[in-house]
């Protein structure tokens, strides 16, 4: 059963709109589209700008890396804890290149909530299906309550 929270409420209300008027500026830059979300998953389209890229013109490692982070950020946001959580590791395996102009979806899913850690994985998937990027993330909890911030 899914328990709602405010920030999830907000982040629902989001839905196929740009996110750019997040809590995180470096995923407001990214300007991706929410295409689903629920406590355990989320789903972000992102069209892959010039700006995004390497010398190659394809999508540099590090914009896939924080695409990935932002969006295990986002749904750890709204999985249910009540204090700030921080990421404390990011593994990150490259498997295809994408282009200016493709549109690429992220989506990541909660594998294992826990008191003090949450882990995540992420997959980046081209509109082909085949897979950009995967990655694996522990969140752990700070000791800032997210009432304090605002939220």
């Known amino acids: 059963m899914e328990t709602s929270s405010p920030q ?21 830059w990214l300007a991706g589209t929410l295409v689903e979300i629920d406590n355990h998953h989320i789903k972000v389209s992102y069209e892959i700008r010039a700006e995004m890229c390497n010398p190659a013109k394809i999508l540099h ?24 959580m921080t990421t404390i590791n990011l593994s990150v395996d490259f498997l295809a290149s994408a ?13 294992r909530s826990g008191s003090n850690l949450n882990h995540w994985e992420a997959l980046i998937r081209k509109e082909s299906g085949k897979i950009v990027a995967k990655a694996s993330s522990n969140m752990i909890k700070t ?5 304090e911030l605002g939220f």
């Open 8 to 28: 999830l409420e907000f982040f629902k209300s989001q839905i196929g709109k740009k996110l750019d008027k997040t809590p995180s500026a470096a995923g407001n």
């Open 61 to 84: 490692g590090g914009i896939a890396s924080l695409m990935m982070d932002d969006v295990i950020g986002i749904g750890n946001f709204v999985a249910g804890s009540e204090f700030l």
């Open 99 to 111: 282009q200016i102009g493709e549109v690429v979806e992220v989506s990541a899913k909660l594998i």
């Open 143 to 147: 000791h800032i309550k997210l009432s």
